[in-house]
């Protein structure tokens, strides 16, 4: 008999398939969490009828296009890495974010976010990451002008210290939003220090 597996992600769930190249055609989908723990919710569908799967390691079998999908079961988690150990052991690592905070107006990092270059670094070096995105933001205090100057200027620090730590410079990709994008919502003039950062993403 042979088995191909197929892996499918998504951003609300992540869902395995094993195609079965037997007498009977057989497709089976296992709705698997996500590696913070969320769980998703996708629904398997063909021409008969649908099946939505909502629990981690819940799974359902499609014997025929033209019949309804199985009722679903719930996996153990073993049971979904021994069946799909082969497909589990192809994804890509997933992408690390790190989020460095700065002083008010400034590009100089807080005492806090200056010990964790370390860890950055060599986590970079850990996995050889070719793919990392540095994006600077800004609170809302001061004109949207004066902010897309410091968050460049905060993206900025933060390439030329990979860049000293050895990274080549074509694998970084730079880019500032200014207080366009923040990550807590506040009015104008509001000083927020989660929103004076770099969000590292590291591929």
């Given at each position: 008999m042979n088995n191909s597996i197929l892996l499918v992600l998504s951003s609300l769930a992540v869902l395995l398939c094993t195609l079965c190249g037997c007498a009977a055609p057989h497709s089976q989908f296992v709705l698997?969490?996500?590696?913070?723990?969320?769980?998703?919710?996708?629904?398997?569908?063909?021409k008969a009828g649908?099946?939505?799967?909502?629990?981690?390691?819940?799974?359902?079998d499609?014997?025929?296009?033209n019949e309804l999908p199985s009722q679903s079961t719930v996996l153990t988690e073993a049971q979904?890495?021994?069946?799909f150990r082969d497909a589990l052991a192809?994804?890509?690592t997933a992408p690390a974010t790190?989020?460095?905070?700065?002083?008010?107006?400034?590009?100089?990092?807080?005492q806090e976010s200056e010990k964790l270059l370390p860890q950055i670094m060599e986590y970079i070096r850990t996995t050889n990451s070719r793919d990392i995105s540095i994006s600077g933001h800004s609170d809302k205090v001061g004109s949207r002008e004066v902010n897309i100057r410091i968050s460049r200027e905060r993206a900025e620090v933060i390439a030329k210290k990979l860049i000293e730590s050895g990274l080549p410079p074509e694998s970084l990709e730079v880019a500032?939003?200014?207080?366009?994008?923040?990550?807590v919502d506040t009015p104008e003039?509001?000083?927020?220090?989660?929103?004076?950062r770099v969000e590292l993403v590291v591929r």
């Open positions: 698997l969490p996500s590696p913070d723990g969320h769980v998703g919710r996708v629904t398997v569908t063909n649908e099946m939505p799967l909502e629990k981690p390691f819940e799974s359902v499609l014997l025929y296009p979904v890495n021994t069946l192809a994804q890509p790190y989020l460095l905070y700065f002083e008010p107006g400034t590009s100089r990092l807080t500032s939003h200014g207080m366009e994008l923040p990550l003039g509001t000083p927020e220090p989660r929103n004076r």
